[in-house]
Each structure stands twice: as C-alpha cells, then as structure tokens.
C-alpha cells in the first residue's frame, strides 16, 4: 500500500477515520487507532469515546437486567408475605405478588441467556 499524501512512500497504516493509507509523516498516533490530518484526529477522538461511551453503557444496562428480575420477585414475595403474616388472604394481592414473582423470574432467566450469549 502507499501513502496516500507521498506517492513515492510506503503506507504503514490506515487512518481509522476515512481508511486511506498513510505513512510515518502522515500519521497521527492516538493510542487507539491512527489518523491523516486534523480533521480525522478530530473524528478519530470522537469515534474514540463514542466506543467508549458504548461499552460503558452497555456493562451498566447488563447489570441492570438483573436488579429488575430481583426487585420484581422481591416485591412479590413481600405481598406473599404480608399476606402469610397477616393471616388474611387478600386473594388478588396472592394473584399479583404470584404473577410478579414468575415474571422476575422468566426476566431473571432471560437476562441470564443473554448475558451468556453475549460471552461468546
Ligand atoms: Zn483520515
Ligand atoms: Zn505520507
């Protein structure tokens, strides 16, 4: 490949904003990624931290997937629960903490599938 500024010189990367090769004079190091001018630097950095904010915000939502299931069942089991220790049986109160604690755990389930699938 050859630079795509200096015909006559050997390209050692792509820029990773607009993917033209470039050489050792050409090339902007950013730690993570190259660039060829100011304007790619510029776009490289943001394309930088848009991946970085991606990552980020995906790691917080996987672990929020869990919290909800949790808190589901765990309101379901504290409506069970008054019930139990109130010894009176408000049967749409059992209905609803039954139907919340079977839907934080199909949630609970299915966090857990796709939290697996995203590992592999
Ligand atoms: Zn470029
Ligand atoms: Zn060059």
Same mark, same amino acid.
């Given at each position: 490949?050859?630079?795509?500024?200096?015909?006559?010189?050997? &390209?050692? +990367?792509?820029?990773?904003?607009? @993917? /033209?090769?470039?050489? /050792?004079?050409?090339?902007?190091?950013?730690? *993570?990624?190259?660039?060829?001018? &100011?304007?790619?630097?510029? *776009?490289? #950095?943001?394309?930088? @931290?848009?991946?970085? #904010?991606? %990552? /980020?915000?995906? *790691?917080?939502? @996987? /672990? #929020?997937?869990?919290?909800?299931?949790?808190?589901?069942?765990?309101?379901?089991?504290?409506?069970?629960?008054?019930?139990?220790?109130?010894?009176?049986?408000?049967?749409?109160?059992?209905?609803? +903490?039954?139907?919340?604690?079977?839907?934080? &755990?199909? @949630?609970?389930?299915? &966090?857990?599938? %796709?939290?697996?699938?995203?590992?592999?």
């Amino acid at each position: 490949m050859i630079c795509y500024n200096h015909p006559d010189q050997q &390209a050692c +990367g792509t820029c990773k904003n607009c @993917s /033209k090769g470039i050489c /050792k004079n050409c090339t902007t190091d950013l730690g *993570d990624g190259i660039a060829c001018t &100011a304007s790619c630097v510029e *776009d490289v #950095r943001k394309l930088n @931290s848009l991946i970085y #904010r991606n %990552l /980020k915000v995906s *790691d917080t939502t @996987s /672990k #929020r997937v869990f919290i909800m299931p949790i808190f589901y069942m765990f309101i379901g089991s504290l409506l069970l629960g008054i019930n139990l220790y109130l010894k009176k049986v408000d049967t749409f109160v059992v209905i609803f +903490g039954v139907i919340l604690i079977l839907f934080g &755990a199909y @949630s609970l389930y299915t &966090a857990v599938q %796709l939290n697996k699938d995203d590992r592999i």
